[in-house]
């Protein structure tokens, strides 16, 4: 399903079926997910849901990004700072 | 649908062995799966139309085996569905991601697999954006069936590194290095023991092979101290006896060892009106996938002599797994880091050590510093560590080793007396949670408001 | 850091002092007293069981507060603990550790209207800084609280605190080293009188010239008091941070039905056996603490989905925008809760030189505090700041005390 977009911050992001939004996140070049507790940033690091570093909002709900697969249409957003 | 009489959380290959042992012995069981897909991190599967990582030929066809027989057992998955914990009525509670509600289910047994989390220890600048794990350099190398862009370098410790390098450089970027804390060279007595384990040795000697083949340093007794930004990238430290070096890159993955991802869970064991709880593979100990597969099928027949569903129980498993535990501590023995490269000698009090609630090496260092001797639960709750949103996953066992460093003379605090056990094991929507509801009967009691009494 | 004033390390030399005092329980009360007594230049030995804060302190809402309260002993102690930690905040002791802000009690029918106007006019007579905010002014007051709001009192001047916070402070302040895993088994007579000269712990004696039993639950057996204290269970929950949300409440709100939940003040044991009473309070962190149940049966230690879930619904019902925030944490503890809802502050009867303090149940952060400091003053044979008669432990007649 080659063309399927969601949208990052309003920006059309492409994906493959199944993939997670962090791996096309990362795949748009996009190491930050938006701001964190300073120093830190959001981002992908562990991949497997424990360290709550990717974070985003996926239409409204908060999600680790490395778990929730994209899907046409959604709207992901960062995770509005200071997640802890 | 009745609560099934086996809940098994996680699908990797301990949970997956479990769920069919109990399906082939006539026991009801589910299984629930934070992925959409099963496997584990090990048996990730790639996205449909993505080229599958390459893996060992011995891996391979036991994942062929596992999800065949699996497919068969017609075993339910409850898939995007995170594990909350058990609360004191006994109810397993269950965060279904897809309908956006938790679930409340009366198993009698839980089997928890899952599966380990990775090490990472703290060194300036490991919280940046842009350094991750090897581990999850290796997720989205698996999904996507594509090695990561750029100068990547991979350092830390233990054999994991040199299998994610091999699968880079088969995927046609391999690594600008591989940084070891230990030296398997210099270990020689461990490397003969290995002798006994030919199928370990040959993947090991493969990933090797490959590695060289792709002229990837492999810089052992090297230890990555620091990572600073420098333009798009980073400039990493590497120390060894000899001394310092720079090098850019840009991007970093670090791995300092695996252990069980038991964090918050409840204990083994039966209490009250709740269900027995099991743990089972990497989550009870860490020993790779094999093993998890064999602990799977004893913990599923342990479920199914609490049943009371006994069958001629026999005792293969645990040959087994003592053979595994043997040659993962050979491995642990050959890839000890030298001593030149101790990983919590001469951190910066800035370095950052809890990444959730921004807490250093110095914020410790003042605690641990006091004449009074605080417990880990005073030192979890005064300097807010282990108390973020990953709950103490990446912090609360360097906390407690750089406690027992700092103060060597006082009782020393294990991670769970920084995390605890209590529920939810995992953040949870609240708009999710205060629908729960057990899910196959009537919801709509709604418990009477005592105040206007 | 701030260390003790100099100021305050005199009399000494007065005969009546006591040159060591030792005290059972670090919980806030047992830490603040033992701040009190150290301030005065005495000698503290702090024998604790499990560690500081462990207990009812480490598990408890925090609120520094007299929204809840009637008129009565209860309120004239809580304006007092309240004043107190003002005090202790602005001489440095609580800074950064005493969050003031305001608590709103929200009434969302017509009959919370109604108690909640009486209650209004209570606190006010008290004089207690009130505001009575209605229609638009509660919408711009609040933006973040739901339109089913139809009036909330505003009490000015109060603050929240974190109970484990309060007591690191003021040990560490006093410079206190506390004996953990100290479990007391009783006290030692003295030669001669009906006084004690110390303590039998498990690790052996620890002795002083007055003992102050600060124990929670604990101090019942030690003391005779058992059957008098009552643990009481609450639940509470923490969100992770939602800095946002956070910004838009202007302080804690509270639920007007809690001030129908908190109606045993004079009934202990007439109160139902799991009481719900709601509290959304604002940390300093972009995080909230939400609470919670009053209960006397049940685990401890641990939470259940219904009550937790019915918190839940009750705080979206109030602050709609917590659905989309994440709970991070449940937790649960046992408050000591006295038969007659007021604490046991005072000599212990019949006893020279041995003291109890327990049984705050729910408020003992707000009066831990300034319990600490009477406490401290009766130890050195001072008339108290606070008028302690209606706490006098004697009130429960004379009790059998642990050798």
Redesign the interface.
């Known amino acids: 399903m080659s063309g399927a977009t969601f949208f990052w911050m309003g920006r059309s992001i492409p994906f ?5 939004i ?2 096309a996140l ?2 748009a070049g996009m ?3 938006g701001p ?18 990717c ?1 985003v909002r996926v239409d ?4 680790e990004a ?4 994209a899907a046409a249409g959604l709207e992901v957003e960062p995770a ?5 | 649908m009745a609560d099934p009489d086996v809940l098994i959380v996680g699908a990797g290959p301990a949970g997956l062995a479990a769920a069919v042992e109990l399906a082939a012995s006539g026991v009801s069981v589910e299984l629930a799966e934070q992925r959409g897909t099963i496997g584990g991190a090990i048996y990730r599967q790639p996205i449909s139309a993505a080229t599958p990582v390459p893996q060992a030929a011995a891996a391979k066809a036991r994942w062929r085996s596992l999800s065949a027989a699996f497919d068969e057992s017609g075993v339910r998955v409850r898939h995007a569905t995170v594990f909350l914990g058990i609360e004191a009525d006994g109810q397993v509670l269950l965060d279904d991601r897809r309908s956006g509600g938790v679930v409340c289910l009366r198993p009698k047994v839980v089997i928890l697999a899952t599966g380990a989390v990775e090490t990472v220890h703290p060194r300036p600048g490991w919280h940046l954006a842009g350094v991750t794990t090897a581990g999850g350099l290796q997720v989205m190398m698996k999904e996507r069936g594509r090695a990561p862009e750029g100068r990547v370098i991979l350092a830390g410790n233990g054999p994991l590194l040199i299998a994610v390098a091999a699968q880079m450089a088969r995927l046609g970027n391999p690594p600008v290095a591989v940084v070891e804390a230990g030296d398997p060279f210099r270990r020689p007595a461990a490397g003969l023991g290995l002798l006994a384990f030919p199928g370990l040795l040959r993947e090991a000697a493969g990933y090797v092979l490959d590695v060289k083949r792709h002229r990837v340093p492999w810089l052992r007794g090297t230890r990555l101290a620091a990572i600073e930004p420098q333009g798009e990238g980073f400039a990493v430290t590497l120390e060894d006896a000899r001394g310092t070096r720079r090098m850019e890159v840009d991007r970093v993955a670090l791995h300092d060892g695996i252990r069980p991802n038991d964090f918050g869970l409840p204990q083994v064991g039966g209490r009250g009106e709740g269900p027995l709880v099991l743990h089972a593979g990497d989550c009870r100990e860490a020993l790779g996938a094999p093993a998890a597969g064999a602990d799977g099928h004893r913990a599923a027949r342990e479920a199914i002599r609490h049943l009371g569903a006994d069958r001629t129980a026999n005792s293969r498993e645990g040959r087994d797994i003592a053979r595994y535990r043997k040659a993962q501590a050979l491995l642990a023995r050959l890839f000890a880091p030298l001593p030149e490269a101790l990983p919590f000698e001469n951190l910066p009090d800035e370095t950052l050590l809890c990444r959730c609630e921004g807490r250093t090496v110095g914020d410790l260092r003042a605690l641990c510093e006091m004449p009074d001797r605080l417990t880990g639960r005073e030192v979890k709750h005064n300097g807010r560590f282990a108390m973020g949103a990953c709950q103490g996953r990446f912090c609360a066992a360097n906390t407690a080793v750089l406690m027992a460093r700092m103060r060597p003379e006082a009782p020393a605090p294990t991670p769970v007396d920084l995390t605890g056990r209590r529920w939810p094991a995992r953040p949870v929507s609240i708009g999710a949670l205060m629908q729960a509801a057990p899910e196959n009967t009537d919801q709509d009691k709604e418990m009477t408001d005592e105040v206007h009494k | 850091m701030t260390t003790i004033p100099v100021c305050a390390m005199r009399a000494r030399s007065l005969s009546s002092l006591p040159s060591a005092v030792v005290i059972v329980g670090s919980g806030i009360v047992g830490a603040a007293t033992a701040y009190f007594l150290a301030r005065r230049g005495i000698e503290v030995r702090l024998v604790e069981a499990v560690a500081p804060a462990a207990e009812a302190t480490g598990a408890a809402d925090g609120a520094v507060s007299v929204a809840s309260k009637r008129p009565g002993p209860m309120m004239e102690a809580a304006l007092a603990g309240v004043r107190l930690y003002r005090e202790l905040e602005s001489e440095g002791l609580f800074s950064g550790f005493f969050k003031t802000r305001s608590t709103f009690i929200v009434a969302a029918s017509q009959a919370e209207c109604a108690v909640l106007e009486a209650h209004s006019a209570a606190l006010a007579g008290a004089g207690v800084r009130i505001d009575i905010l209605q229609h638009e002014e509660l919408r711009q007051r609040m933006p973040a609280v739901s339109g089913e709001a139809m009036m909330a009192v505003e009490v000015h001047d109060e603050g929240h605190a974190i109970g484990y916070q309060i007591v690191h402070r003021l040990l560490t302040a006093a410079g206190i080293v506390v004996h953990r895993g100290a479990v007391v088994e009783g006290f030692l007579p003295s030669s001669s009188g009906n006084g004690v000269r110390g303590v039998m712990t498990k690790h052996g004696p620890v002795e002083g010239d007055a003992v102050v039993v600060a124990a929670g639950t604990g101090s019942g057996a030690l003391l005779g008091f058992s059957d008098v204290l009552t643990p009481r269970k609450g639940q509470l929950l923490v969100t992770e941070r939602a800095p946002e949300l956070n910004a838009g409440l202007p302080g804690a709100i509270m639920s007007g039905r809690y001030l129908l939940s908190k109606g045993s003040q004079n009934s202990g044991h007439g109160a139902p056996a799991r009481g719900l009473g709601l509290v959304i309070d604002p940390l300093r962190t972009g995080q909230f603490l939400i609470g919670g149940t009053r209960e006397d049966h049940g685990d401890r230690t641990l939470n259940d989905v219904e009550a937790v879930a019915k918190i839940l619904r009750d705080a979206v019902a109030l602050l709609p925008g917590l659905a989309n925030v994440r709970l991070l944490r449940s937790f649960a503890g046992s408050r000591t809760a006295v038969a007659d809802g007021l604490p046991l502050i005072g000599r212990v009867p019949g006893r020279d030189n041995l003291f109890v303090a327990t049984g705050f149940e729910g408020d003992g952060i707000c009066l831990g505090p300034l319990t600490g400091k009477v406490v401290a003053d009766l130890v050195c044979g001072e008339a108290p700041s606070l008028d302690l008669r209606p706490f006098d432990p004697a009130r429960f007649g004379a009790c059998e005390v642990a050798a």
Not at chain 1, 16 to 20: D, L, P, T, V, Y
Not at chain 1, 66 to 69: E, F, Q
């Open positions: 493959q079926e199944g993939e997670s962090a791996s990362d795949a190491v930050s997910f964190g507790v300073p120093p830190s940033q959001m981002r992908f690091f562990c991949g497997i849901g424990a360290c709550q570093c974070l409204g709900a908060t999600r490395c778990l929730t697969a509005g700072g200071a997640h802890g």
